[in-house]
């Protein structure tokens, strides 16, 4: 049996390299000369292993430092409704699906400086089992270790799931502000009534959030024909500057767009929920190396994926053209 150990550089530069086999006996069968690696050995390092979310903020620390910029928070599920008894799965609402599914949850926090300067600065696995933490408990635990970093964040930003009362007084307890998503349901004004009762005005309304205090809420019709109400605790912003805002938001989902279909988020098949930890963190990991090679080389992650098979499949195409 082989005594030799895989290592995060390994790992990670398995991940980046990869486009289709992210298994332990994939890399075993690709190991560089003299790495001789069996399958065994690799899925006994990745159970062993302890990836933490500080590993992520220290590789993402200088280039969060390096300009302000917003805190944009969101989970993703990776889906495991086709795998067996698995670690960290969990019933939850996907929203790629729109349903309940079985899936692991992961609640991220970006920083965001503009459209194509954005990185992963720490994370969460919601797994209420093992710790009774809410989604929301994670949310607000990420805003503290943000603190405690030094952080000043422009603004907070995240859909209507994390704009509980406690998650808004959270933020500002920091003193900082927030634009987030509100349901429609929420109680505003004096007397209290439901926001979609509220007649608001295209350059929004200063009203009083139940429980909370005074706030600009304004109302955005979707094409689809839904509605979306958008507040935020800066009474004199604008329209435009809201919406431009909440459109920087976008940058989360493809990070997790990125992470699943570049980085092998959703490829881990291992039972045990301390290898399913470090897969995680070490697929944020392996996006933070390729994003900074698309900042070098100005090369998106799918060019990247495609550079490194493409020397294979012109040789492969060759060949079948000599038969």
């Known amino acids: 049996m082989s005594r030799s150990k895989c290592s995060r550089e390994l790992y990670c530069s398995f991940l980046e390299v990869t486009s289709s086999r992210y298994s332990a006996l994939s890399l075993s069968e690709v190991a560089p000369v003299g790495a001789t690696l069996s399958h065994d050995s690799i899925s006994r390092w990745l159970a062993a292993e302890k990836v933490q979310p500080k590993d992520v903020w220290r590789a993402a620390a200088k280039q969060v430092r390096a300009a302000p910029g917003i805190l944009v928070f969101d989970d993703v599920v990776i889906d495991k409704s086709r795998s067996g008894k698995m670690g960290l799965v969990n019933w939850q609402y996907a929203g790629s699906k729109h349903d309940i599914t079985r899936g692991i949850g992961v609640v991220n ?5 503009s ?3 954005y990185i992963p600065m720490d994370y969460r696995i919601w797994n209420p089992p093992e710790d009774g933490k ?13 603190k405690q970093r030094q952080l000043h964040p422009e603004m907070v930003v995240a859909d209507s799931w994390y704009s509980s009362l406690k998650n808004l007084k959270a933020v500002r307890s920091h003193g900082w502000d927030w634009v987030m998503g509100l349901r429609s349901n929420r109680l505003v004004g004096k007397p209290h009534i439901q926001l979609k009762e509220l007649d608001i005005p295209d350059d929004g309304l200063v009203t009083f959030l139940k429980g909370y205090g005074w706030i600009r809420v304004f109302r955005f019709a979707a094409t689809n024909g839904r ?3 958008i507040g935020t605790s800066r009474t004199d912003l604008s329209r435009a500057h809201i919406k431009e805002y909440f459109e920087r938001r976008w940058s989360i989902e493809v990070l997790h767009r990125e992470l699943k279909q570049t980085c092998g988020l959703s490829h881990c098949q291992a039972n045990t929920g301390r290898a399913q930890r470090n897969h995680i963190g070490l697929s944020l990991l392996t996006w933070v190396r390729k994003h900074q090679r698309r900042l070098i080389d100005h ?12 020397p294979g499949i012109q040789l492969a195409l060759a060949a079948r053209m000599r038969c």
Do not use: G, P, R
């Not at 809410?134 to 943000?146: P, R």
């Not at 090369?299 to 493409?310: C, G, L």
């Open 115 to 117: 459209k194509d300067d």
């Open 227 to 229: 509605t979306d109400y």
């Open 109 to 113: 926090a970006l920083w965001q400086v």
């Open 299 to 310: 090369a998106t992650m799918y060019q990247q994926d495609w550079e490194v098979i493409k």
């Open 134 to 146: 809410t989604k929301n408990h994670h949310f607000q635990d990420m805003l503290s270790a943000a």
